[in-house]
T-cell receptor, first 114, second 110 residues
């Protein structure tokens, strides 16, 4: 069990560019979550998958954001036409399904949009 | 909707002092409650959890009791160490969703 890994750790991009982040969850976990965290705030829910199905997406999430989890393994989060307000830490977490199951977090991808 | 409110920081304590970080929640059902910790430069990791009323979660000398009557899950430790310096997040899970508080930064000085 190598834990949840995210790539890259840091991404600097110019406004208007597209970026893609990758998350590799713990292999036995069927749920995968994406969160966004800004300084001084707790993680904010973006979307989650059960296996390959995207079951829920935050209403606050712009159409510029899209996520996939092909084959129910790794996941990618793409942000199109980035804006300065997208600058944040993007966190991935995975878990088993079930009541009271805990989330295992990756170290996150820090995005800076210039 | 479901939410978590936790005590604002930052909190600075001397080593061996007592710690309490308050957390209250709002939920329509029967949530599970968690405390996560984020050490400098690291990802969030679970500190402790409780899945039903009156359960007490404990780990590394930290404790929190699920109080349904006061909708609270306060984090306590009797004697903090420098190594406890971190940001602490209270969270609840309801259905398939997790809701996090804004975090409380703790600094313990020798």
């Amino acid at each position: 069990d190598t834990g949840v890994s995210q790539d890259p750790r840091h991404k600097i991009t110019k406004r208007g560019q597209n970026v893609t982040f990758r998350c590799d969850p713990i292999s036995e976990h069927n749920r995968l979550y994406w969160y966004r965290q800004t300084l001084g705030q707790g993680p904010e829910f973006l979307t989650y998958f059960q296996n390959e199905a995207q079951l829920e997406k935050s209403r606050l999430l712009s159409d510029r954001f899209s996520a996939e989890r092909p084959k129910g393994s790794f996941s990618t989060l793409e942000i199109q036409r980035t804006e300065q307000g997208d600058s944040a830490m993007y966190l991935c977490a995975s878990s088993f399904s079930g009541v009271g199951e805990k989330l295992f977090f990756g170290s996150g991808t820090q995005l800076s949009v210039l | 909707g479901d939410s978590v409110t936790q005590m604002e920081g930052p909190v600075t304590l001397s080593e061996e002092a007592c710690l309490t970080i308050n957390c209250t929640y709002t939920a329509t059902g029967y949530p599970s409650l968690f405390w996560y910790v984020q050490y400098p430069g690291e990802g969030l990791q679970l500190l402790l959890k409780a899945t039903k009323a009156d359960d007490k979660g404990s780990n590394k000398g930290f404790e929190a009791t699920y109080r349904k009557e006061t909708t609270s899950f306060h984090l306590e430790k009797g004697s903090v160490q420098v190594s406890d310096s971190a940001v602490y997040f209270c969270a609840l899970s309801s259905g398939n969703q997790f809701y996090f508080g804004t975090g409380t930064s703790l600094t313990v000085i020798p």
